[in-house]
T-cell receptor
Framework: AQSVTQLDSHVSVSEGTPVLLRCNYS??????LFWYVQHPNKGLQLLLK??????LVKGINGFEAEFKKSETSFHLTKPSAHMSDAAEYFC?????????FGTGTRLLVSP | DGGITQSPKYLFRKEGQNVTLSCEQN?????MYWYRQDPGQGLRLIYY???????QKGDIAEGYSVSREKKESFPLTVTSAQKNPTAFYLC?????????????FGPGTRLLVL
């Protein structure tokens, strides 16, 4: 069965400092992996997607993620946080005919 | 503008009442999905449909029902059998519903019990 574990429920950073949101996955076959972002009371927006074409995936708003098969990880990073990045972030792996969601990481950005 | 719309934004349910959440897409996608989101949890799949007039139960279908009479519409009914309906409900769609496909989400409906 496929699963994802988001290692931190909350991450706090200061504006202008790097962001690291950690995700480990488990999959019995070659996975597709996603990061989605959700602002309060809004739907989910796709940040980026890994589909085996390249291990370093660039997404919107300066985010990127690196697929590491040996570590079964797909961590999300951004060099410099902006106040508008404050939101909840979900790591997602493909299951059989469905997506399997992590429990989310809330990113807090302070001035 | 292409996208997914959900209505209403907020919905209140009384004890014993069935309520229906609307989801419409103009992306010409074949597949549509309903998810439930509770605080501190990821999204959980309620129902999905890969084609008109066909749908499948997800992980938490009990107390819910759906229909797919038109390609662009996938309404969700929360029945009185759902004892804990308070949650944020998200509708999504994808091109074909095959594994690995990106799903696109609507803005959500928050259901509250009176």
């Amino acid at each position: 069965a496929q699963s994802v574990t988001q290692l931190d429920s909350h991450v706090s950073v200061s504006e202008g400092t790097p962001v690291l949101l950690r995700c480990n996955y488990s999959s019995s076959y070659s996975p597709s992996l996603f990061w989605y972002v959700q602002h309060p009371n809004k739907g989910l927006q796709l940040l980026l997607k890994y589909t085996s074409a390249a291990t370093l995936v660039k997404g919107i708003n300066g985010f990127e993620a690196e697929f590491k098969k040996s570590e079964t990880s797909f961590h999300l990073t951004k060099p410099s946080a902006h106040m508008s990045d404050a939101a909840e972030y979900f790591c997602v792996v493909t299951g059989f005919q469905k997506l399997v969601f992590g429990t989310g990481t809330r990113l807090l950005v302070s001035p | 503008d292409g996208g997914i719309t959900q209505s209403p934004k907020y919905l209140f349910r009384k004890e014993g009442q069935n309520v229906t959440l609307s989801c419409e897409q103009n992306l010409n996608h074949d597949a549509m999905y309903w998810y439930r989101q509770d605080p501190g949890q990821g999204l959980r799949l309620i129902y999905y449909s890969q084609i008109v007039n066909d749908f499948q139960k997800g992980d938490i279908a009990e107390g819910y029902s759906v229909s797919r009479e038109k390609k662009e519409s996938f309404p969700l009914t929360v029945t009185s059998a759902q004892k804990n309906p308070t949650a944020f409900y998200l509708c999504a769609s994808s091109i074909q519903g095959v594994r690995g496909e990106t799903q696109y989400f609507g803005p959500g409906t928050r259901l509250l019990v009176l």
